[in-house]
């Protein structure tokens, strides 16, 4: 029987990762819950442990903690999911009928949708369905791979910044892959608060410009955390 591994990095997402959780639960795939903590001081943990999901408790930084969830994962597909991205009914099982349908294909990504009601939020939208035409797509949109092709590209790297990235230009050039049309997901817009769409756009620009130049992660990260584009 083919199962299916789900990653969730998570540092204090107490407020929703019950909620993703408990939409795991009623998924009726063969599935592994893996949470990967990076030191949640909140009630992020107890309510994993409530769940009955694996529990993982490293070092924070998003690219290790899926690092190390697919490290101890033992499922024949990878799935990487965020804590405030909403897992609608089915989505599970369109994953195993995707890649079932498509057996040349080595992973994808669901389309995205964004949880805000601005004009940036419905432009976002628009904009993330184009750049997955031009094969970009990152972490906030359910990534998904088989593990054989995950031990064929590599794993996602322990980097600060740029983890999904790194990996979708790998999973790319490895071969075909799928974009999910439905159900879609629904992530959440709260890292766009209180910031000007101009400099988020002019922010996301000069981070991939840099990383093309060869810019380390760690420095992108201090730019991009401590500076907050």
Request: glycine residues 10%.
């Amino acid at each position: 029987m083919t199962t299916l591994s789900v990653i969730i990095p998570t540092l204090n997402e107490a407020g929703r990762i019950e909620a993703v959780l408990a939409a795991l639960a009623t998924e009726s795939v063969a599935t592994e819950i893996i949470v990967a903590d990076g030191g949640s001081t909140d009630g992020t943990i107890a309510a994993v442990q409530r769940s009955g999901a694996i529990l993982i408790e490293c070092d924070p930084g998003r690219g290790n903690q899926l690092y190390q969830g697919a490290a101890m994962a033992t499922g024949d597909i990878l799935f990487f999911l965020h804590a405030d991205t909403n897992l609608p009914k089915g989505a599970l099982t369109a994953i195993f009928d995707q890649l079932s349908a498509h057996p040349e294909a080595g992973g994808g990504n669901f389309r995205l949708l964004f949880d805000g009601d601005t004009k940036f939020d419905r432009w976002l939208i628009g904009f993330y369905r184009w750049i997955r035409s031009q094969g970009v797509y990152y972490g906030d949109s359910g990534i998904f791979v088989r593990r054989s092709v995950y031990e064929t590209i590599g794993p996602i790297r322990a980097i600060p910044l740029m983890e999904d990235y790194d990996f979708t230009r790998r999973l790319e050039r490895h071969g075909p892959t799928l974009c999910i049309e439905e159900p879609p997901l629904v992530t959440s817009s709260r890292k766009f608060l209180g910031r000007h769409p101009v400099a988020i756009v002019w922010g996301w620009l000069l981070i991939h410009a840099l990383w093309h130049l060869g810019v380390k992660p760690e420095t992108l990260a201090r730019l991009y955390y401590g500076k907050r584009l």
